[in-house]
C-alpha cells in the first residue's frame, strides 16, 4: 500500500521557533508537494520539488524554506514561526510524468503557533 | 473571482436520494479537471478524474461543461459512507506538464442523513 507519512499529527509551537515539518513517500516519486489547508481557503501550495536538491516556490512560500535531500524526503521549515502560519499543512507527492496527476497525501500536520 | 469555485453547502441529503454538485473554473485553457474527497480530519483522496465525454464510477458520475466552464459531480443512491468533503481540482496545464498548477477549490460538505 502506497504511503506518504507526515512526521508529526500534531504540533504546538511558540511564536519565533524554527519548526521543521517532516515527510517521507515510499513509492520513488519524482514530485513532491507541501500545501497548507485553511478554513475557506482550500489548499494552498507552499512549495513543491522535482528533484532531489531541486525546489520551486509555489503560491505562498513567504516565511517557508523547504529541503530535498534524499528523493523520498520533503521537509517543511518555517525559519521563524509566527501566528498565522497556524494551519493544517499537508505533504503530497506523485509521479513525474503527465497524465499521473494523483497527488498522494499525507495524513497532515495540523500546526498551533502560539 | 476565484480560479475555481464551488457551493461550500453543508448539503445533508437523506440515505438512498440522488445528488449532485457543480464547480466552476475561471481559466478557459483548463485541460485536467479532478474530484477528491476528502473525510473530516483526514488527507484527500482522488476520486475520480473528469473526462471531456463524462465518465463513471459505480454510482458516481463526473461531466465536464467546457462551454460554461463547470464540472460536476453526481452521486446516486447515496450512502452514509458518502458523507464527506467534495474538492473540485483543476489543472490549466496539458497532461504533459507536471502538477504544481493544481488548484484547489473549496471543498463542497455533504452529510447524508440516515
Known amino acids: 500500500d502506497v504511503k506518504v507519512t507526515q512526521s508529526s499529527r500534531y504540533l504546538v509551537k511558540r511564536t519565533g521557533e524554527k519548526v521543521f515539518l517532516e515527510c517521507v513517500q515510499d513509492?520513488?516519486?519524482?514530485?513532491m508537494f507541501w500545501y497548507r489547508q485553511d478554513p475557506g481557503l482550500g489548499l494552498r501550495l507552499i512549495y513543491f520539488?522535482?528533484?532531489?536538491?531541486?525546489?520551486e516556490k509555489g503560491d505562498i512560500p513567504e516565511g517557508y524554506s523547504v529541503s530535498r535531500e534524499k528523493k523520498e524526503r520533503f521537509s517543511l521549515i518555517l525559519e521563524s514561526a509566527s501566528t498565522n502560519q497556524t494551519s493544517m499543512y499537508l505533504c503530497?507527492?506523485?509521479?513525474?510524468?503527465?497524465?499521473?496527476?494523483?497527488?498522494?497525501f499525507g495524513s497532515g500536520t495540523q500546526l498551533s503557533v502560539l | 473571482r476565484k480560479e475555481v469555485e464551488q457551493d461550500p453547502g453543508p448539503f445533508n441529503v437523506p440515505e438512498g436520494a440522488t445528488v449532485a454538485f457543480n464547480c466552476t473554473y475561471s481559466?478557459?485553457?483548463?485541460?485536467?479537471f479532478f474530484w477528491y474527497r476528502q473525510d473530516c480530519r483526514k488527507e484527500p483522496k482522488l476520486l475520480m478524474s473528469?473526462?471531456?465525454s463524462g465518465n463513471e464510477d459505480g454510482r458516481f458520475t463526473a461531466q465536464l461543461n467546457r462551454a460554461s466552464q463547470y464540472i460536476s459531480l453526481l452521486i446516486r443512491d447515496s450512502k452514509l459512507s458518502d458523507s464527506a468533503t467534495y474538492l473540485c481540482?483543476?489543472?490549466?496545464?496539458?497532461?504533459?506538464?507536471?502538477?504544481?498548477?493544481?488548484?484547489f477549490g473549496t471543498g463542497t460538505r455533504l452529510t447524508i442523513i440516515p
Open positions: 473528469v473526462y471531456s
Open positions: 481559466n478557459s485553457a483548463s485541460q485536467s
Open positions: 481540482v483543476v489543472n490549466p496545464l496539458g497532461s504533459n506538464f507536471g502538477n504544481e498548477k493544481l488548484t
Open positions: 513509492m520513488d516519486h519524482e514530485n
Open positions: 520539488s522535482y528533484d532531489v536538491k531541486m525546489k
Open positions: 503530497a507527492s506523485s509521479f513525474l510524468q503527465g497524465g499521473n496527476e494523483k497527488l498522494f
